[in-house]
């Protein structure tokens, strides 16, 4: 058996794999993020190691004493600050917190070069201007950190001991040279750290130590060795064989992701696109982010009173599209692709007295669609083929969803058995090479084919001209959001 262990904003996912690639067994723990403040998202760190070894003892016990590797894969971009006895000093800051867009600017400023070496625009999202706004806001915090690590290599530290980061994960920080997949003096010097800040940099397939006892006694596991593992998207890549050039997945998680493989580093920033390193070695790939995907549905299903994301689907189901269903911007935490706006927020539009509880859920789903366009129109800029799409994450169990995505986006796409377990199953593979270091083309194949989902040409005509408008509100209301925030 093969362990994997992902580390998300909303919970801690763990699934065995056995030696021919079969999923077994999954379990999992719930986190909840703290938002003190306007811009503000955060985790306390050890909420994920408590995360984890619920999730871990979740799995049967007879299948986990056989475990013979463990990948890790988590949410990207997170600033977990710890001392000299490797404790946390504040709370996490995640991926999805706003609160250091003046520190991207200052960051660009310290180093001219920042795009060119890392492949991607400063934005709040990522992990550098975070710890610029903690030297700032909290000196005496900024002057006590000596090691910056992302949330998946801290729980890493708890299992082994170890510091080490993989490449795809390490890549979104903002302090990796991406094409050299090795850290960045002058990225560091730019945020006042140097690489002793850093932990090692590793491949995914890497081995980076084994449990340690204490660790390997609260899991309830043998003593096995850790994979350098992944980010969460490239994790979940690795999971439904999205490593080749020119493959391609779309990911309906907490945020959004479409997720496209490249054979060397194909920076494009200027576009907000993203180019960082796969999780396995000798690969790149480019990337356009939304920040709420799935979780706008779980909004709208509280927003309602429904609390159930299922039936508030169906409804929307039964609804159906009609001219009066508003159009909503799904900007609940800001955006990145293509508008790197932390200040953008969620807007329904052409409510009116008929409106229901379904025409808003409607709304939403179509609003989401409507990010992921804009986002593939990024990527096709930037050079990127991107024809037959995998999806991944835990809103691929929605059916309904489907044609709509595949219309907004105008490809196929395609269902795989096993695809809404995403990072984990990916992390479970990465585990597998680490500990045995078969040929990562032979481990990472794409799972059986469940479904594949055609464009619609009735809906691409209906939704043709309320992309427009989609479009054109984010561009009237920009300067209003901004005001907003202040």
Known sequence: MY?????????VKAVLMDE???????????????????????????????????????LPERERQTVKGIGLSGQMHGATLLDAADKPLRPAILWNDGRSEAECAELEKNEPRSRAITGNIAMPGFTAPKLLWVKHHEPEIFAKTKTVLLPKDYVRLKLTGE?????????????????????????????????????????????????????AEELGLPQVVV????????????????????????????????????????????????????AIPGVWHQ???ILTAASAIDWVANLTGINDVVETVAGAERRGLRPQTPIFLPYLSGERTPHNDPYARGVFFGMGADTTQADL????????????????????EAGSAINDTTVVG??????????????ALDIPLTYREG?????????????LLAATGADPVEVCTAPKVSRVVEPVQQLKDQMAPRRALFVDLYKSLKPSFREFGR
């Open 3 to 11: 362990l994997g262990i992902d580390i998300g904003t909303s919970s």
């Open 20 to 58: 021919k690639g079969a999923l077994v067994a999954q379990g999992s723990s719930p986190l909840t993020v703290e938002r003190p403040h306007p811009l503000w998202s955060e985790q306390n760190p050890d909420a994920w190691w408590r995360a984890t070894v619920a999730a871990v003892r979740a």
């Open 163 to 215: 510091k080490a980061g993989d490449m795809s994960d390490n890549a979104g920080t903002l302090w990796l040279d991406v094409a050299k997949r090795d850290w960045s003096d002058e990225m560091l010097a730019a945020t006042g750290l140097t690489r002793d800040h850093m932990p090692k940099a590793v491949e995914g397939t890497a081995p980076t130590g084994k449990l340690t006892a204490e660790a």
């Open 227 to 278: 994979a350098g593992g992944g980010g969460d998207n490239a994790a979940s890549a690795v999971g439904v064989g999205v490593v080749a050039p020119g493959q391609a997945f779309l990911s309906l998680g907490t945020s959004g992701v479409l997720f496209v493989v490249n054979d060397k580093f194909r920076p494009n920033p200027e576009k907000a696109a993203h180019a960082f390193c796969h």
């Open 287 to 289: 990337m356009a982010v």
């Open 361 to 380: 859920a409607y709304a939403v789903l179509e609003g989401v669609a409507f990010a992921f366009a804009d986002g593939i129109d990024v990527l096709r």
């Open 394 to 407: 835990g809103a691929a169990r929605l059916p309904f969803w489907g044609p709509m995505l595949a219309s």
């Open 419 to 431: 695809g809404e377990v995403g990072g984990a199953f990916g992390a479970a593979r990465l585990g």
